[in-house]
């Protein structure tokens, strides 16, 4: 042996179990740094093709601008790409019949095709859906809603020419044109008329997905887009520009020297809207991409992206300091617990630098092959993760792709070489210092801290007999090896409590979606659905449950100390007229979904229960108050817009019907979401649910116009299909939405977003108890030579066991306390950097602080079980014998 470093590989052959277990250590700290990071990048991946989908790939658009502006718009030196579109014109595929008219006295007086032409970028960013067929290519193609289809007097099929006479929509009793906003329409007028300009004929090429965000207007108003190259600008035409800027930094200042530029006056901003919500108004003449532009932190609200890169580095913080700590205090103990060993080679002639050197050395080592490993099975782990996903029709994930990202695997391992270095510096120069005699004169485990006196618990004793008083005092006189144990069990609690608290987060402002099959409402003068075709709908075998849907718009006075004094600080328009000891207000609804609803609605409450009978009685409601808003800040809000309670009166009346005096109504329960959706009300609307009963008391009508269907998704649905659409054929005032395709893929997004939440929580909890098995068990396999002292001077094995489980009772006690103060509060941290972006209401975990400490308990216990096994096979004389 020429070095004393030398001695380094032979320790680590000799001892192969103990280097086993601080290998593992730092295996799976890296193992868990890996899988974080490559999930945070993949899931972040996903985030941002799905956003383009719902919102377009570009950063900001110019919307209706004159022909000669936009050159000045795509050929700006901060323009990347720009894709441009026209408006062409509306068509009249056909005019109102008067039976319609007549059933329904606010139909528009015709069904229009809004003609926009798109060139090849616009067409990519705005990921127009195709259902068959192709995009348009060249201008006389053109690509139709397959809800217009059956408008046409003759139904258009792909490859068939058909005529539009294009032109504008005027007032008919002044003769002035419309003035339209934005890219599609919401609305007409009753004193309408069309005037044709040109004359056009298109082969249709393509027919487009229906909306699934369709507004009411949906049904008069249909999209079809023809190819536009842009050759040459027409002046006289309005265009919408959606560009890509070649670098986002100071974007918004860029955007207001571009508008600047055009000389066009003063220009509205706003925040894209998804794109299928064909129809809706877009008044802005400048909408940045903000759903996009903030998963790249460039939001153009200042709070949104200050707030999420501060949260993610908090969370990245949170795992880096938990990985540094774990690697640590394996690492630690493993070097700690051999101070003795170190003390013979100074007495042989080793000097301090050189048992640094070896306790480096051994550091480099465990690095070369921990490290690689974690990275290697953190990233399989990930790779099976997702090969798994990719067998599973699970909508949310279903295309969800692993990203394996260069610099995370760099960052987890250079954080694994650098941690295991610094967790050595310790112990290092520890072992350096200690005097040669002292070391020699070391059992063989940590030693013993000067300790003058310990205190007896009477309690302890009582409780647990002398192997208690035993476990407590040697918990006691080894404070610190106590305390680096019960800090590797405290990190992984924190760690736990912390990401559970993140899944809850995301599954708070992650909606779900609908939750009805189809819908059928009825708009002719009568308003009224028979109760026949509520019978004929719950004959059918496709048919699991219908509900009659009453909804009227209420009138209530809202008591000053119900409302929510953050949302009164948003919303202080809405309390304006004084009532009393509160203010009256509009927006609000009264609704019941039949008998059968609110037994539905039960499992929905947070707070109260579902009486039909006294809620007949008592005039009882249950109230939907959480709403999702966006603040101009661009903060996105979870939040109660009032603080009712069960057993609060609300005097409530109709704002039309028969019924004009106010009537107290009982508050019985409390829901967060109404009976059909899993999401939050986006709209500022406080919800009053209750019987057809109190309805028609309150309103005078009992009348309901909409019934909603859930299908059973066991048998096929034709059958509900073909009955809806006898009954429109039958009477046009009937109108029905299918919606079956949209309920999977809800459903499917809902067990997507489970498995993925708490597969992760699964992760992080696999790795926490592998982390507290590995340290513990350790722990006792050190005190080997300890616990055959014990054997030798009178302990049964018996006696041992019960000391040792006791130990790792108290283990788990102290480690869950303060894993449970500490990763609650980190949890209430995370939440409050994420607040500038979306605020929720944060309450303690207490589901996590119980999962916790129950967890801590019996994986301390479990942890106890090998090292006992070994211990009843032990030989005393041996065991006192031999070093660990």
Known sequence: MNKYTELTEKYLRGQKKRSLLTILGIVLSVTLLTSIGTIGMSYRDKLVRQTIDNYGDYH????????????????????????????????????????????????????????????????????????????????????????????????????????????VRKAASTGKEKKINGMGDFGWDLDEAFQAQTQSEFTVVGLMKPSSHSTWSSAFIFPGITFNGNQSIDPKKKYFVYTKMKSLDQMKKKTEEIVSSLQIGSS???????????????????????????????????????????????????????????????????????????????????????????????????????????????????????????????????????????????????????????????????AAQVSPMEAIRSSGSTPAENITSIKKSLLIKKLFGFEGQFARRNLQRNKKRFRITAFS??????????????????????????????????????????????????????????????NQQAMAIIPKRKINPKYYELRKERYVVEAGDGYRTDNNFLQSYGDNGLDALQAKLTAGTIDKEQMNRDNGVVVVQKISMTTEQGQKLIIDQTDFKVGDQIKIRAVEGSQAQYQAVTVVGIADQDLLSKGYHESATLGFITTPEVFAKITGDDRYSRIFILANSDLPNEPIADYLQALTKEDGGYSYRDRVTELAQAKNDATTASLFFYGFIGVIVLIAFLNILNTVSTNLILRNKEFAVLKAIGMTQKEIGKMI????????????????????????????????????????????????????LLTALVATIWPMNRLNKANIVDSLRKEN
């Open 60 to 167: 900001v658009s110019f919307n209706s601008i004159p022909g000669e502006a936009v050159p000045k718009v795509v050929n700006n030196a901060t323009i990347a790409t720009a894709g441009v579109i026209s408006r062409e014109g509306y068509a009249v595929i056909r005019s109102t019949d008067e039976k319609e008219k007549q059933e329904n006295p606010f139909a528009a007086p015709y069904r229009y095709l809004n003609v926009k032409g798109y060139d090849a970028n616009a067409m990519n960013m705005l990921r127009v859906q195709l259902d068959s067929g192709r995009l348009p290519e060249n201008p006389n193609e053109i690509m139709l809603s397959t809800w217009s289809l059956d408008h046409f007097q003759k139904k258009p099929a792909l490859g068939d020419r058909i005529r539009l006479d294009l032109g």
């Open 805 to 856: 489980i006791l130990e790792g009772i108290f283990y788990g006690l102290f480690a869950a306390t303060y894993g449970i103060l500490i990763g609650t509060a980190l949890s209430y941290g995370t939440h409050r950097l994420l607040a500038d972006a979306v605020y929720t209401e944060w309450a303690i975990p207490w589901g996590s602080v119980g999962i916790a400490f129950a967890g801590a």
């Open 268 to 430: 509205d901003e706003g925040s894209a809207i998804e794109l299928s919500r064909d129809n809706s108004i877009q008044n802005s003449r400048v909408e940045y991409n903000n759903e996009l532009l903030k998963l790249y932190g460039k939001s153009t609200y200042a709070g949104v992206n200050r707030s999420a890169i501060l949260a993610y580095a908090a969370i990245i913080a949170i795992v880096m300091m938990c990985t540094v700590a774990v690697i640590y205090n394996t690492f630690h103990i493993s070097v700690l617990e051999r101070v003795s060993q170190f003390g013979i080679l100074r007495c042989i002639g080793a000097t301090p630098a050189q048992i640094r050197k070896i306790v480096f050395k051994e550091a480099a080592l465990l690095s070369l092959i921990g490290i690689p490993i974690g990275l290697l099975t953190g990233t399989v782990f990930m790779k099976i993760l997702f090969y798994g996903i990719s067998f599973l029709t699970l909508g949310f994930l279903n295309d969800m792709r692993m990203v394996v990202s260069l610099p995370i695997l760099a960052i987890a391992g250079l954080l694994g070489v650098v941690t295991v270095y610094l967790s050595a510096i310790g112990p290092a120069r520890q």
């Open 489 to 550: 069990m405290i990190i992984s609690i924190t760690l736990f409590i912390v990401f559970n608290g993140l899944v809850d987060f995301l599954k708070q402002t992650t909606p779900s979606g609908i939750q009805y099959s189809y819908s059928i409402a009825y708009e002719g003068p009568s308003k009224r659905i028979h109760d026949s075709v509520y019978d004929d709908l719950l004959r059918l075998d496709a048919v699991q449950q219908a509900y009659k849907f009453y």
